[in-house]
C-alpha cells in the first residue's frame, strides 16, 4: 500500500524521455528500449572498438552496446549512472546488454572484471559504476565476476577534455592485478561504462596479460562518437 502511494504522487519515470513507467519496465520506457541506439558491434569482430587497440594492445573480441552522442537523450542513461547515483540502473543495462551478446563470441570468456575506480574516487562515488555493469552482464551470461583483483594503484585526474596523447600518459602503469593465480590461463572479460579513446582499457588490458591472463576482450556500455 505504501509503495502504492509513493508511486501514486512520486511516479517513476523513464530516464530518458520522462514518460511514466508502467508495470514491469524499469529506468527505461518500451519505447525508448526499443529506440535505444545500439552499434551490433558484438555481430562484427572487426569492429571500431577492435580497431582501436590495433597495434596497441593484444584484444581477443571488443564491443560497446550503445552509441554515446551529444543531444541524445540517452546521454542521461550514464549520466544518472556515474554522477546521479542511480547505480542500478548500470545493473539493469548489463543485464540487457548481456541478453543480446549472450549467443555472440563474447559468451567464451571465463571471467568478468571491471575497470576499477581508484580508492579516492570510490569513497567520494560511493560505487564503481562499472562494476554495477559487470553485475548485469555476469548474470545474464552466467559467468563469474571478481571485483578485487585488478586494482587501480595510482590516483589521477579525470581524463575528461585531455587530448588523446594526455590520456594515455594520465593512465599509463595505473593497474595492477593482485593474485595472478586467479587469472592465469583465463579468457577476462573487461567491462567499463564509457570508451573514448580506450586509454584506459589499455592500461588496464596490459596489467591482465602481464599478470598471465590467457586472452583479453572488452565489453563496454557505450561508445562516444560525436
Not at 170 to 186: C, Q
Amino acid at each position: 500500500m505504501a509503495a502504492g502511494l509513493t508511486e501514486l504522487f512520486y511516479p517513476s519515470l523513464c530516464v530518458a524521455c520522462e514518460r511514466k513507467l508502467f508495470v514491469g519496465e524499469r529506468f527505461i520506457c518500451l519505447f525508448c528500449l526499443q529506440d535505444l541506439p545500439r552499434t551490433n558491434y558484438h555481430l562484427d569482430t572487426g569492429n571500431k572498438i577492435a580497431q582501436l587497440f590495433w597495434g596497441r594492445a593484444e584484444v581477443e573480441y571488443a564491443t560497446a552496446w550503445l552509441y554515446f552522442r551529444k543531444g541524445s537523450r540517452y546521454r542521461k542513461l550514464i549520466h544518472y549512472l556515474k554522477y546521479k547515483g542511480l547505480k542500478e540502473i548500470g545493473e539493469s543495462m548489463g543485464l540487457l546488454f548481456g541478453s543480446e551478446i549472450r549467443d555472440s563470441v563474447f559468451n567464451e570468456a571465463d571471467i568478468l572484471i571491471p575497470i576499477p575506480l581508484h580508492k579516492k574516487r570510490l569513497k567520494a562515488r560511493g560505487y564503481n559504476q562499472s562494476e554495477w555493469i559487470a553485475r548485469g552482464l555476469s548474470k545474464a551470461l552466467g559467468k563469474p565476476l571478481l571485483t578485487d583483483n585488478l586494482m587501480r594503484e595510482k590516483f589521477t585526474s579525470t581524463q575528461t577534455q585531455k587530448t588523446r596523447f594526455e590520456r594515455w600518459k594520465n593512465v599509463e602503469g595505473i593497474f595492477a592485478a593482485m593474485r595472478s593465480e586467479e587469472i592465469t590461463g583465463r579468457h577476462i572479460l573487461l567491462v567499463d561504462d564509457v570508451v573514448t579513446t580506450g586509454a584506459t582499457l589499455e592500461a588496464a588490458i596490459h596489467a591482465l596479460l602481464d599478470a598471465g591472463a590467457a586472452k583479453v576482450s572488452i565489453a563496454a556500455l557505450a561508445v562516444a562518437d560525436n
